[in-house]
């Protein structure tokens, strides 16, 4: 049974959570990114990450051009809205800054994996493979066979997250979380994960009944950290808007090698040695 979860401080939550070699998720769809926790990652070089997401965007870009990540694991990958993402491709195509190993399922595959995960189920089955070349591609995509129908069906493993990593709008001072507005598989994160951190907007007494929103009790997260704009450039609803200009100026930026060195010393690093 786990424990109620403890409020802490960004660095220290990244300390303690995440080792080099992990497989770890930073969950969030267009909304509630955890951006802040992904810089902490790379300000505390962690190294050989298999980072895994369904929607990979710009803080993905950076953490694979600090050379956080040896492997990705994804449905989609791009800047929403703008293009591609270019520390992405200088990896998987020129190896720089390290080689990235490729991992390709569908929205519908990784979101049944992580359904499984949370479920503690060894896998997911699904239909929607059929047709596509992905498994031929995808080794963790196999065929399984309905021993009710004998119907041919798409198996793929549960995620074995070491740890995951989503945004919220707020937690309670015992550590529940509430988030609420447009959520993806954040829940299913946290719930299958061996270690969970939930940065937030704010800390409150007591959380305010939300129309549609999804509670994290305390006792299926490991650490809490309050974050105010923990979400930026991304938005979170009722505290702040997409900045969309930020993502249109990430595309010259992870465009260059040189230029992206640059911002990274003076957004994240604050000139402190790259790593």
């Not at 109620?4 to 990244?14: D, H, K, P, W, Y």
């Not at 995509?141 to 070491?162: M, S």
């Not at 001072?173 to 940065?199: H, P």
Request: net charge negative.
């Amino acid at each position: 049974m786990r424990t109620a979860a403890r409020t802490v401080g960004l660095q220290e939550a990244i300390a303690e959570l995440v080792r080099d070699g992990d497989t770890i998720a930073l969950e969030g769809f267009t909304h509630l990114i955890p951006v802040a926790a992904g810089h902490e990652l790379i300000r505390q070089r962690r190294r050989e990450l298999t980072l895994v997401r369904m929607t990979p965007d710009i803080v993905y870009d950076q953490l694979i051009g600090a050379g956080c990540a040896r492997k990705l694991v994804f449905s989609w990958g791009g800047n929403p809205g703008v293009g591609s993402l270019h520390r992405l491709r200088d990896a998987v195509e020129r190896g720089w800054p390290s080689p990235l190993e490729l991992e390709e399922h569908s929205h519908a595959g990784m979101a049944n994996r992580y359904a499984a995960s949370a479920a503690g189920l060894p896998f997911a089955v699904l239909r929607g493979y059929t047709g596509t070349d992905l498994p031929d591609r995808t080794e963790t995509i196999r065929p399984v066979t309905c021993p009710f129908t004998g119907e041919v069906l798409t198996a793929v493993p549960a995620l074995e997250l070491d740890v995951a990593i989503v945004h919220a709008q707020r937690a309670d001072r015992a550590g529940n979380v509430q988030m609420w507005g447009l959520t993806g598989v954040q829940k299913e994160a946290v719930l299958g994960a061996k270690r969970s951190l939930v940065t937030v907007e704010e800390i409150v007494d007591e959380l305010d009944p939300t129309p549609d929103a999804v509670v994290l009790p305390a006792w299926t997260v490991t650490r809490v950290a309050a974050v105010p704009g923990g979400a930026k450039p991304s938005y979170a609803q009722g505290y702040y808007e997409r900045d969309n200009d930020a993502y249109r100026a990430w595309d010259a930026i992870g465009r260059d090698r040189e230029t992206f060195a640059r911002w990274l010393d003076d957004e994240v690093l604050g000139g402190a040695p790259a790593p």
